[in-house]
């Protein structure tokens, strides 16, 4: 008797994904809770477990586009007596993640691999157990003279002349092509959504953030110490978001066909950058936790972000979204609102400047914020109230301390 395996519904508005990874190979005896694919939606990557034991028949290679309630494999639960010796997968489009022999590429890694169309048997694997790590992929690339799209000029593509055919299938391809992955296709849709949905408007302001620096600067130590995680900048403007929300009712509000539905919980968006793309996973109850608790679970969120595990309940229900372009050098932007909420906050780099402190110039870590709202939703004179409320909860962090 065999077991199906289908691909399991991940959420009410999902009806297809990628079966990105085999983590079996065919023939492999597999038992009941074991990890045995990863299905790869528009939200999220998630790990599926087998729902039973037996022999392993993949029907459906990796790489392959699937429907939730499709068979991709069964199980055959008579394995009394078997090894787990694995067997030739059934024939099929080549897949690059099948001819993998340790079966377990970090999404970096299998990114490369997908883009480059690197045969895994080729590349002699550094990581634990003799995995292929993304530098292993990075130096068998150059060792084979770096990828087809190479930034090194080539004198006959530089000429504008014809080629012969010939000639020209000796000469690296100029472009790539390859299709969107899920998640991509997500981002775009959800960014076009917000662009033609919404009135948005964006506002700025700038934060002095020395007060901030002084807090993490005297208390880091101890904190770490005490709570395993470090004070970052997040916790201080998640703690001033939610105040400001608690100020201005109107941002935690959002427009749903011909009603206003106001919101009396506090579901943050924190804005998450991985190698497959901008994920925002949300702190729940925001207004309810400790600085040390939103550092646990902003710290926990991002690891999971990177590595691919995380579930779609993480990335839903917020009502305000917080994104920081600042780690990666950004000094000002005009953040895109996450649909259906009416309103992101956007970071920055800290840079030192000279501001006008009483009757002096003086130096200070400055941020510049820059905030983005539905106009159908607030009003301008509410916008800039949050912010400038945002602005003086950061500048006078003790507030938000002795509050939480």
Request: glycine share 8%.
């Amino acid at each position: 008797m065999s077991i199906e395996v289908k691909i399991p519904a991940v959420g009410e508005s999902i009806t297809s994904g990628v079966l990105s990874t085999w983590h079996k190979q065919n023939g492999d005896i597999v038992h009941d809770g074991e990890a045995l694919f990863t299905l790869e939606t528009d939200k999220i990557a998630t790990e599926v477990p087998a729902v039973g034991s037996g022999k392993l028949r993949i029907q459906v290679e990796a790489g392959q586009e699937v429907k939730i309630g499709q068979v991709v494999a069964s199980l055959d639960d008579n394995i009394s007596g078997l090894v787990s010796t694995p067997e030739p997968a059934p024939t099929a489009a080549p897949s690059v993640v099948a001819e993998e022999k340790n079966e377990t590429l970090s999404p970096a890694a299998r990114r490369i691999v997908e883009e480059e169309n690197v045969k895994l048997s080729e590349v002699t694997g550094t990581g634990k157990h003799g995995q292929v790590t993304k530098s292993d992929l990075i130096e068998y690339l150059e060792s084979k003279g770096g990828p087809p799209s190479a930034s090194r000029p080539s004198a006959e593509r530089a000429i504008d002349v014809p080629i012969s055919p010939v000639r020209a299938a000796e000469l690296p391809s100029r472009t790539t092509r390859r299709r969107l992955t899920p998640l991509r296709k997500k981002i775009a849709a959800q960014l076009v959504l917000a662009q033609q949905n919404a009135a948005m408007l964006t506002t700025f302001n700038e934060c002095d953030l020395s007060a901030v620096l002084q807090l993490r600067s005297q208390y880091q130590e101890g904190f770490q110490k005490r709570h395993g995680v470090k004070l970052g900048f997040m916790s201080f403007f998640i703690k001033a978001a939610v105040e400001a929300l608690q100020s201005v009712q109107a941002m935690n509000a959002r427009i749903d066909g011909d009603d206003l539905v106001e919101n009396h919980y506090y579901d943050i968006g924190v804005a998450v950058g991985t190698e497959r793309g901008l994920v925002v996973p949300v702190i729940r109850d925001a207004d309810k936790k400790s600085f040390a608790e939103l550092e646990q679970e902003v710290a926990t969120y991002a690891g999971k972000a990177r590595e691919g595990k995380l579930h779609l309940d993480d990335l839903t229900g917020g009502v305000f979204t917080i994104t920081n372009g600042g780690i990666y050098g950004s000094l000002l932007s005009t953040p895109i609102l996450n649909p259906p909420q009416s309103g992101i906050l956007g970071m920055h780099k800290i840079q030192n400047r000279p501001v006008v402190i009483g009757d002096k110039i003086e130096v200070r870590p400055m941020m510049y914020l820059a905030l983005s709202y539905d106009h159908r939703v607030v009003d301008g004179q509410e916008a800039v109230t949050f912010l400038v409320r945002v602005k003086e909860c950061v500048e006078a962090p003790v507030r938000l301390l002795l509050q939480g």
